[in-house]
C-alpha cells in the first residue's frame, strides 16, 4: 500500500459526459501528479501540482482540467468524454515539488462507451 | 524532446531463467533513470533508480547501471520468480530550474512460468 487513494475504483460513462477522479496523496506530500495509461499511448505524464499551485504540464488535453485543494487531495476532472478517453487514469505524490521518487495510486479505469 | 525506448514484450521466462529488458534514452541534459513495476490490478511501484552516470541501482534483486555512453539502462535479474511476473516501466526524470520533466517507456511485461 502506498498510502496514495484514489476514488472511484471504477467509472463507466458515455460519450459527451463529463466526470471527476479523486486523488489524496500520501501524508506529508505536497505534489501531486497525474497520469493516463491506455494501451495505445503507454503512460502519459498530465500534470503536476505542488502546495496548490500547478507546477508542470505534459500532453493534458484542453477538455481536461485539475486543481489541488487546501488540504492537498486533487481532482482531475474530464469533460466532453471520447471513446478514446476510455484508460487508467494514475494519481502519484511526492514530498518535494521536484523529487525522484513518486507513490502511486491504484487507479481509477474510466471506460466510456 | 526526451524518450524512452524499451523492448517489445511479452518476454516470457522459465523460472530461475536470466532476465534483461533493455532500455535506452534520449534526453537534453543529464537525466536520472529509473526503472517501475506494475503489479496485475495496482498502481506503479518505485523498483531501482540511478541518478548519474555509471550509478548502478539495484533492489529485490534487479539491478541496472547508468550508462551514459550507450545512452541505456538495462534491466537484469539472475534468477526470476514467478512472482516477478508484471509490467516493468523504464522512466526517466529530468530536472531543470526547479521543474521536472517525466518520460515513461511503454512498459515490458514479463510472464514467469513455473
Known amino acids: 500500500d502506498s498510502g496514495v487513494t484514489q476514488t472511484p475504483k471504477h467509472l463507466i460513462t458515455a460519450t459527451g459526459q463529463r466526470v471527476t477522479l479523486r486523488c489524496s496523496p500520501r501524508?506529508?506530500?505536497?505534489?501531486v501528479y497525474w497520469y493516463q495509461q491506455s494501451l495505445d499511448q503507454g503512460l502519459q505524464f498530465l500534470i503536476q501540482?505542488?502546495?496548490?499551485?500547478?507546477?508542470a504540464k505534459g500532453n493534458i488535453l484542453e477538455r481536461f482540467s485539475a486543481q489541488q485543494f487546501p488540504d492537498l487531495h486533487s481532482e482531475l476532472n474530464l469533460s466532453s468524454l471520447e471513446l478514446g478517453d476510455s484508460a487508467l487514469y494514475f494519481c502519484?505524490?511526492?514530498?518535494?515539488?521536484?523529487?525522484?521518487?513518486?507513490?502511486f495510486g491504484p487507479g481509477t479505469r474510466l471506460t466510456v462507451t | 524532446g526526451n524518450s524512452v525506448t524499451q523492448m517489445e514484450g511479452p518476454v516470457t521466462l522459465s523460472e530461475e531463467a536470466f532476465l534483461t529488458i533493455n532500455c535506452t534514452y534520449t534526453?537534453?541534459?543529464?537525466?536520472?533513470l529509473f526503472w517501475y513495476v506494475q503489479y496485475p490490478g495496482e498502481g506503479l511501484q518505485l523498483l531501482l533508480k540511478a541518478t548519474k552516470a555509471d550509478d548502478k541501482g539495484s533492489n529485490k534483486g534487479f539491478e541496472a547501471t547508468y550508462r551514459k555512453e550507450t545512452t541505456s539502462f538495462h534491466l537484469e535479474k539472475g534468477s526470476v520468480q514467478v512472482s516477478d511476473s508484471a509490467v516493468y516501466f523504464c522512466?526517466?526524470?529530468?530536472?531543470?530550474?526547479?521543474?521536472?520533466?517525466?518520460?515513461f517507456g511503454t512498459g515490458t511485461k514479463l510472464q514467469v512460468i513455473p
Open positions: 522512466a526517466l526524470i529530468l530536472a531543470s530550474g526547479g521543474y521536472q520533466k517525466v518520460t
Open positions: 501540482y505542488y502546495n496548490g499551485e500547478e507546477r
Open positions: 534526453a537534453t541534459g543529464y537525466p536520472s
Open positions: 501524508s506529508g506530500d505536497l505534489s
Open positions: 502519484a505524490s511526492s514530498a518535494g515539488p521536484v523529487s525522484y521518487e513518486q507513490y
